[in-house]
T-cell receptor
Framework: DSGVTQTPKHLITATGQRVTLRCSPRSGDLSVYWYQQSLDQGLQFLIQYYNGEERAKGNILERFSAQQFPDLHSELNLSSLELGDSALYFC?????????????FGPGTRLTVL | GQSLEQPSEVTAVEGAIVQINCTYQTSGFYGLSWYQQHDGGAPTFLSYNALDGLEETGRFSSFLSRSDSYGYLLLQELQMKDSASYFC????????????FGAGTRLFVKA
């Protein structure tokens, strides 16, 4: 158990809909990262927040947005969903902004878009 | 652009040693990490190299050569439970710090 929690574990929705994925980092970790992993693919970095502020952006679609709240939990919002958005979405946390230390991954949210 | 290359698949026998290579082309390189992921599970951190050389943690070792843009993960005394996917990932610092993962190497350990 990494100490990072993600909800929900599974999500099934239809094209065009909007969903919110939630992540709580390990106690004391200030950085939160979001990754997308499609079937048999590597992890695609989406976005990083540090202490409430956006720190780095990857190939995140404009239909996707995220935020980190004062209590350090983070939410990833996916809108106008398409079939291709079906994937595992992981959240990770680390202590330092630069992220050169360990990233601890949550169990993931499996999103299925029908 | 940023790119990483690692073999897609490696097979080895229990008790053997296996090396998984990773070459990268990036700008703003800070370090190379390795993660393990079992089927259906989350990635778990194995090692991080920021400087050239070998880092050893139990049965696992990781090596980095910044001048060659190359690293490897060495797994010794292979066990069946080591069957998993192994990802190399580079930490880059241009335009904000990002972690870019390779496509992963699937390791099959046979009895």
């Amino acid at each position: 158990d990494s100490g990072v929690t993600q909800t929900p574990k599974h999500l099934i929705t239809a094209t065009g809909q909007r969903v919110t994925l939630r992540c709580s980092p390990r106690s004391g970790d200030l950085s939160v990262y979001w990754y997308q992993q499609s079937l048999d693919q590597g992890l695609q970095f989406l976005i990083q927040y540090y202490n409430g502020e956006e720190r780095a952006k990857g190939n995140i679609l404009e239909r996707f947005s995220a935020q980190q709240f004062p209590d350090l939990h983070s939410e990833l919002n996916l809108s106008s969903l398409e079939l291709g958005d079906s994937a595992l979405y992981f959240c990770a946390s680390s202590e330092r902004r630069e992220g050169s230390d360990t990233q601890y991954f949550g169990p993931g949210t499996r999103l299925t878009v029908l | 652009g940023q790119s990483l290359e690692q073999p897609s698949e490696v097979t080895a026998v229990e008790g053997a040693i296996v090396q998984i290579n990773c070459t990268y082309q990036t700008s703003g390189f800070y370090g190379l990490s390795w993660y393990q992921q079992h089927d259906g599970g989350a990635p778990t951190f194995l090692s991080y190299n920021a400087l050239d050389g070998l880092e050893e943690t139990g049965r696992f070792s990781s090596f980095l050569s910044r001048s060659d843009s190359y690293g490897y993960l060495l797994l010794q005394e292979l066990q069946m439970k080591d069957s998993a996917s192994y990802f190399c990932a580079v930490r880059v610092g241009t335009g904000g710090f990002k972690t870019i993962f390779g496509a992963g190497t699937r390791l099959f350990v046979k009895a």
